[in-house]
């Protein structure tokens, strides 16, 4: 992918392995105000970061009251949580879509949101939950015996634990909702309410017929390079909480 959007756009079938000379005019057509890329990418960071916030908020609770409390059906909620997250997406877009028609919801974030929110949350309260369920509550006992509420407990002596596992599942809620492309084509059709993703399909060549492969192919490394410097900055609690779940 990278190479390719090095190639100059009249290049990019050649089977060279290193263009030569390298070509930038892939990312310069990219954002072309034609392409209305940038407000695209802005949509991107907008519906991912407010589903990642959203999900971690309803899934940190969520999880903790699973993993803690003792009430009847305990599993059988679990199991169906978990259960939705298998659910096929794309058996939601025709209902999806004729729900946010009635209310007026098409071209809006939220439309873009609560679909996504609904795909990151249910793994999010699972994943959470295996992370809650292996701390020792003696942790909330102790702290709790030193003059805290349960509340306090929860915020300053399980939290801060749980960080890895927190972390790993902001990732994960996040990298999702960015990468979310069907129920995004179906409610928009307003390139300013575009996401990335959706913005990268639409885009024309010159005679709008021809793919330009080239400037997808540079999107796509844009796309990329977000994720991958997130992943980097984040590396060691990511590896930390996938682990911490395993050992015991």
């Known amino acids: 992918m990278i190479v390719t959007s090095l190639r100059k756009p009249a290049e990019v079938f050649e089977k060279a ?6 070509s930038f005019q ?40 699973l993993a803690r409390l003792d009430f009847r059906g305990k599993n059988l909620a679990l199991s169906a949580i ?9 058996a939601l877009v ?16 939220q439309a873009l949101i609560l679909p996504s ?18 701390m020792p509550q003696e942790l909330e006992q102790a702290a709790m015996v030193d003059g805290c509420t349960q509340w306090q407990a929860f915020r300053k002596v399980i939290l801060p634990i749980a960080a890895p596992g927190v972390f790993t599942t902001a990732i994960i809620a996040f ?9 995004a084509l179906t409610m928009t059709n307003k390139s300013d309410f575009f996401t990335a993703v959706v913005a990268i399909s639409q885009f024309q060549g010159k005679t709008g ?40």
């Open 175 to 183: 990298v999702a909702a960015w990468n979310e492309f069907i129920i």
């Open 26 to 65: 892939n990312y310069t057509a990219v954002f072309d105000p034609v392409n209305n890329f940038a407000r695209a990418l802005l949509n991107s960071i907008i519906v991912a970061g407010v589903t990642t916030v959203a999900v971690l908020i309803i899934g940190v609770f969520a999880a903790y009251a």
């Open 94 to 109: 025709v209902p999806l879509l004729k729900i946010f028609t009635d209310i007026g919801w098409i071209n809006t974030y």
């Open 209 to 248: 017929r021809d793919i330009p492969v080239g400037s997808q192919m540079a999107a796509g490394v844009i796309l990329t390079i977000p994720l991958i410097i997130m992943v980097l900055a984040f590396q060691r609690r990511i590896v930390s909480g996938l682990t911490a779940g395993g050992v015991k």
């Open 117 to 134: 929110m609904s795909f990151a949350l249910p793994l999010s309260v699972w994943n959470l939950t295996a992370f809650f369920r292996q």
């Open 82 to 90: 978990i259960a939705t997250s298998m659910f096929p997406g794309i």
């Open 17 to 22: 392995a290193v263009p030569s000379p390298p």
